[in-house]
């Protein structure tokens, strides 16, 4: 295989970053310890995932449950979110990512809100990649507030009723600003999605594993998306055509292309495609 021919890369890959806290525990450390090393996982998957040419990545950094923790654990997230934005501001910029949030953005505090509206405006225009963070974020809410709008439209005689379609409910779902998922991974043992990317995730490959979240490396990575590759190539032609395989958004009747930077038989060819410089794998 020669980079030319590398294949079928999901486009948009969802993460739901779970056990830092179990991470933090096992060490006889405090959870906010276990958050920070999520932090530098955060970081670590983002470049590989930039390199590699995924085109949006969508991570689950704070769910609308979150807000029940312990007030000095959600401190210390916010704290930590707020850090990210400010170190990684240079390198989001420079890279031509595009960073977006999806959720109920209004109830972050402002310390937050002051580093993340601007990062968010001023990386607008960038197209290399997406990276949305879920801050906030509950798939069920997200749905009923969409819901809402559209019956709200409808009562003031904006919407015809019966033109509400799941085509026009999926156009009312920030998560879904960036296409469907095609790969959702879980870590840290629980093989659930808590709440996350529902509507998208109809026809994503979902992908688990017991590796803590800070423990996440470039390694596991590429093995979820060289298995993602093994079960998508073996998608039926006629499935696809129905947009059932994975290519954000599928539907309408038309094939869903193949897309890559990855062997399936061979996972390991994703470390030097990552460490590649060359235009033809994103770098």
């Known amino acids: 295989m020669n980079l030319v021919e590398a294949r079928n890369l999901p486009r948009h890959v969802g993460i739901i970053m779970d056990g830092n806290g179990r991470w933090a525990e096992l060490r006889g450390e ?31 950094a704070f769910s609308e449950q979150n807000w029940a923790r312990p007030r000095n654990e959600v401190d210390a997230l916010m704290g930590l979110l707020r850090e ?7 390198e989001i910029l420079e890279n031509d990512i595009r960073l977006v949030a ?7 505090p402002e310390v937050v809100r002051e580093v993340l509206d601007p990062l968010r405006k001023a990386s607008s225009a960038n197209m290399r990649m ?10 069920r809410e997200e749905i009923a507030a969409a819901a ?28 879904l600003s960036v296409g469907e998922p095609d790969l959702i991974i879980r870590t840290g043992g629980e093989q659930r999605l808590s709440n996350f990317l529902l509507y998208g995730a109809a026809y994503a490959e979902l992908s688990f594993t017991e590796r803590l979240w800070p423990d996440f490396t470039e390694d596991d990575l590429f ?3 060289a298995t993602y590759q093994r079960r998508d190539s073996a998608v039926e032609p006629a499935y696809r055509a129905e947009g059932g395989g994975g290519g954000g958004g599928g539907g309408g009747g038309e094939p869903v292309p193949a897309r890559g930077a990855l062997d399936g038989a061979r996972p ?7 460490s590649h410089n060359g235009s033809r794998t994103g770098v």
């Open 268 to 274: 390991w060819r994703a470390r030097e495609l990552a």
């Open 84 to 90: 990210f934005l400010v170190s990684e501001r240079g």
């Open 30 to 60: 405090p959870r906010e310890a276990g958050h920070k090393a999520g932090s530098a996982a955060v970081r670590r998957i983002v470049r590989v995932c930039r390199r590699l040419g995924v085109e949006a990545l969508t991570l689950y």
């Open 130 to 139: 997406t990276l949305a963070l879920a801050l906030s974020y509950g798939a």
């Open 102 to 108: 999806i959720g109920d953005i209004s109830r972050l």
């Open 148 to 175: 809402r709008e559209l019956a709200m439209e409808a009562v003031a005689g904006r919407l015809d009723p019966e033109s509400i379609d799941g085509a026009l409910l999926a156009a009312r779902l920030p998560s």
């Open 223 to 225: 093995a979820a998306i």
